[in-house]
């Protein structure tokens, strides 16, 4: 079960040659979706099936967009849509390739009763000379249909390789800074390849991911001289990035003290004529109960907020 977060946590962002580090906002924990009807839609670009999740009107960020990479439920699955959504409520526009072509790995694959499935084949299937042109694609459609010129990636699971992968010069397109959430299959090269910003979240327990390859991942990418944030958040477990456990009537309770507390933010806010779509892209500190995914959200919109 996921450990509530009722400490003072603060996260420092360092402006560096060339970034733009918006102003000093609060974290509004209330636009983060975890249940729910999803309000995106999808849409083929360039032969790639996309999740698009746009922001109200009045509230986009020009220029900005999230490139949402999914775990390996893929698009299908509703908690990533309504993460994505998440992000678009903030204000960003957020795209997210399918990246099984309509064909994701089962929901309750590790579930008792479920027929046998070959999770090696499935991710041979989709290694990086399938996987890497369709976030090509995804890169290209936001620059030259949606117009935007700084991204930020954001990938969970499967999804987190890719991000960091993305965030090499070597690859045209690329983007200014990335966030994965529990990453899998990483390899050393693509960590030290990485050429801007990157923050990545580590669960407690984690059968792909162990302790030692922590240590790793952190020792490399403190040899690349990029700003990044590594943060294990306890008392989690693998996908706790996307699917965070609600089913603690304590959970709920205190989830509903977070919203009450952040109505009345919001209203201060609007009293002040301040703009409460913000989740946070700068230095803040957050001082409201909350559980390890709500953190890890508030941590990754921070870290955002070096590049965007």
Do not use: W
Not at 15 to 23: C, I, L, Q, Y
Not at 211 to 217: A, H, K, L, S, T
Not at 252 to 267: N, Q
């Amino acid at each position: 079960m996921m450990l509530f977060c009722t400490r003072l946590f603060a996260l420092v962002a360092v402006a560096f040659a060339g970034v733009v580090v918006a102003r000093r906002t609060c974290v509004d924990g209330s636009l983060v979706a975890h249940n729910g009807s999803s309000v995106g839609y999808e849409r083929v670009f360039d032969g790639v099936n996309m999740y698009v999740s746009e922001p109200e009107k009045g509230t986009a960020r020009d220029g900005v967009a999230v490139l949402y990479l999914t775990d390996v439920f893929g698009i299908q699955l509703l908690q990533n849509r309504l993460l994505a959504d998440s992000f678009a409520r903030a204000g960003y526009l957020t795209l997210a390739p399918d990246l099984f072509n309509g064909t994701p790995a089962p929901v309750d694959l590790t579930s008792p009763g479920t027929p046998a499935f070959n999770t090696s084949a499935f991710l041979a299937q989709h290694a990086p000379n399938t996987t890497d042109p369709l976030v090509t694609t995804a890169l290209n459609t936001l620059h030259t249909h949606f117009h935007t010129s700084r991204i930020a990636i954001t990938g969970y699971c499967f999804g987190g390789r890719y991000a960091l992968r993305f965030l090499s010069p070597t690859h045209t397109p690329s983007a200014q800074v990335a966030y994965a959430a529990h990453p899998s299959l990483l390899e050393d090269g693509e960590i030290q390849a990485v050429g801007g910003p990157v923050g990545v979240a580590f669960a407690e327990v984690d059968g792909m991911v162990g302790p030692e390859r922590r240590g790793v991942v952190e020792g490399l990418l403190g040899g690349t001289g990029v700003p990044y944030v590594v943060g294990l958040f306890g008392g989690t477990s693998h996908g706790f990035g996307v699917r965070a456990n609600e089913s603690s009537k304590k959970r709920r309770r205190e989830d509903e003290k977070t919203r009450r507390r952040e109505d009345e933010k919001t209203r201060r806010r609007e009293d002040e004529k301040t703009k409460v779509a913000s989740l946070g892209l700068t230095t803040h500190y957050l001082d409201r109960t909350c559980y390890s995914y709500n953190l890890r959200i508030s941590v990754q919109f921070s870290f955002f907020g070096y590049a965007i």
